[in-house]
């Protein structure tokens, strides 16, 4: 098991430092040519971390110097003053033409928001739920974790004695996230919660290290992802809370003159809760994925300061700060799933507790 | 800013997809995977049980053959010791039964011996005494043959019986 993780995270981090460097070599040319100007990366690396109505693989210069960007294209689903409109995001060619379904007519910005007007140029609300780019990953992700579980289940009926092979693998995991994060956290009421929390830990888990691969998405460092998530553990500690629990807020046991104190906090203590849940897990996704793309973009930043020498010069010592990172965040990929999921079942266990 | 602001597409489909992943991931995976755990934690909790049970078993039925072996060993030697005893009680026995029976052996010959003793002093007397008579008889023969010998002998006689 050790030598299989082993030789993952070594393809992993070669592939990501190839696919990377390759990527920003094509970016190292700027539409704008204009010379002695320090590279700046941040468009690029917040590209990366956004959200994307396409797959955008990499760019290639053509004979005469122009850029072409090269991405799979993505469906993108509007539902638009009642009408419900599908099409390619290549129909938009990467921004340059507009979409126009009967009489309205969408337009992308270099973010990736989707406008429509209608054909008097009046601007019409709409709800996008394309399959962006992280909905497409996250589809990946899910789709790889259920064959990875499925597996796991179907070897428990071939295999009545020790686990083997994939079953080796996720049931120290599973019975970790079950008795060391769900049963102990949450007490003798734990079983009716284990089903989520489980899914949530994998959930997190997958795609945190499906975003450690070159060229993904960044999932679970995006902040509407992990509101849902919060969102719904949330409304699990909420529904589930016990009478013990909404007296502790309304009614907490301080003397009477702090009561105009403490009661505000413990409402809003209620609310920040599940808020720090979510802008935990999304920033430390994003930060690690801005320190890898940072430290690689440092290359491209001594080149347009100082030439190809310093580039190269530069590169061996950004690579291994690189691999260095890269080995943190998939230590990180583990421990922000098992926060996320710990703190969830800490506070389900709040709300559930028995006065003693 | 951008990248905190939530898009509703994504929210939507973060919502469905997690939805029916919990609804799937319950029914094909938490539930069978657990459950199979589960029975197998039981079942190897059983087999434990039941292996210290018979080891148990196993430890009683040693001290008890144990035990058995020694009453059994107990039993013999008091079997050997009784034989023993019988044995010489039967020897004792024996031994005094013959020395009474010598004994008596021994009496009733010294009896016989003594009869014949007693018998044949009595003969003996018998024949001494017939013996004397004859001797006497013929010394009285030869005596009184002679009558002045006849005088003297009764006279002697006289004399005898008047000392007396």
């Known amino acids: 098991m050790k030598t299989k993780i082993h030789i993952l995270r070594s393809v ?21 040519k204009v010379e002695k100007e320090t590279y700046n990366p941040v468009p690029k690396i917040m590209h990366h971390i956004q959200n994307s109505h396409e797959w955008h693989l990499f760019d290639y210069k053509d004979n005469e110097g122009k850029l072409h960007p090269v991405s799979i294209p993505l469906p993108v689903i509007l539902y638009t003053s009642g009408n419900l409109d599908f099409f390619m995001s290549s129909d938009f060619h990467h921004g340059h033409s507009d979409v126009q379904k009967e009489n309205r007519i969408y337009s992308i910005d270099e973010h990736s928001h989707i406008t ?19 909905v497409a990953s996250m589809l990946i992700s899910v789709l790889i974790l259920f064959l990875l579980l ?16 994939i079953q080796a693998f996720l049931e120290p995991l599973i019975l970790f996230v079950r008795d060391d994060i769900i049963k102990a956290n949450i007490g003798p009421k734990y079983k009716k919660y284990t089903f989520f929390l489980l899914t949530v830990f994998f959930f997190i888990f997958i795609n945190n290290l499906m975003g450690l691969l070159p060229g993904s998405a960044n999932v679970t460092g995006n902040v509407s992802v992990t509101l849902v998530l919060s969102v719904f553990t949330f409304i699990i500690t909420t529904v589930s809370a016990n009478k013990n629990y909404w007296k502790h807020i309304f009614n907490p046991p301080t003397p009477l003159v702090l009561m105009p104190i403490m009661v505000p906090i413990e409402i809003f203590g209620v609310f920040t809760k599940p808020f720090a849940l979510m802008i935990r897990l999304f920033a430390n996704i994003t930060a690690g994925h801005i320190t890898i793309l940072s ?34 965040e998939l230590l990180v990929a583990f421990l922000q799933a098992y926060i996320f999921t710990l703190l969830s079942a800490v506070f389900i266990g709040l709300a559930v507790k028995e006065d003693h | 800013m951008e990248l905190v602001t939530p898009e509703i597409g994504l929210i939507f489909w973060t919502t469905i997809v997690f939805l029916l992943l919990l609804i799937v991931l319950k029914k094909y995976a938490w539930k069978p995977i657990l459950a199979a755990v589960d029975e ?18 196993m430890l009683a039925l040693n001290t008890d053959n144990e035990r058995i072996l020694i009453q059994a060993r107990k039993e013999r030697d008091a079997l050997l010791k009784e034989g023993r005893e019988i044995k010489d009680n039967i020897i004792t026995e024996a031994k ?14 010294k009896e016989q011996i003594n009869n014949e003793k007693m018998k044949a002093i ?22 009184l043959s002679d009558k002045n010998k006849q005088k003297e002998l009764i006279a002697e006689a006289l004399k005898s019986n008047e000392l007396n």
């Open chain 2, 122 to 143: 009595t003969e003996l007397k018998n024949q001494v005494a017939e013996m004397s008579i004859d001797i006497a008889e013929k010394i009285l023969k030869s005596e």
């Open chain 1, 150 to 165: 499925r597996a796991t289940s179907a070897g428990y009926k071939k295999n009545k004695y020790a686990p083997k092979k």
């Open chain 1, 295 to 328: 430290l690689i973009s440092l290359i491209f930043i001594a080149q347009s300061g100082a030439g190809n020498g310093a580039a190269w010069g530069v590169a061996p010592l950004s690579v291994l700060f690189v691999l260095f990172i890269y080995l943190i």
């Open chain 2, 96 to 109: 005094d039964k013959a020395k009474l029976e010598a004994d008596k052996i021994l009496i009733t010959a």
């Open chain 2, 40 to 57: 197998r934690n039981k079942s190897i909790e059983d087999a434990l049980k039941a292996a210290d049970k018979a080891k148990k078993e």
């Open chain 1, 116 to 134: 429509a007007v209608n054909t008097e140029q009046k601007s019409m609300s709409i709800f996008d739920i394309s399959i962006t780019k992280n």
């Open chain 1, 12 to 32: 992993l981090i070669s592939l990501s430092v190839f696919v990377s460097t390759t990527n920003i070599f094509a970016e190292n040319h700027p539409e704008e």
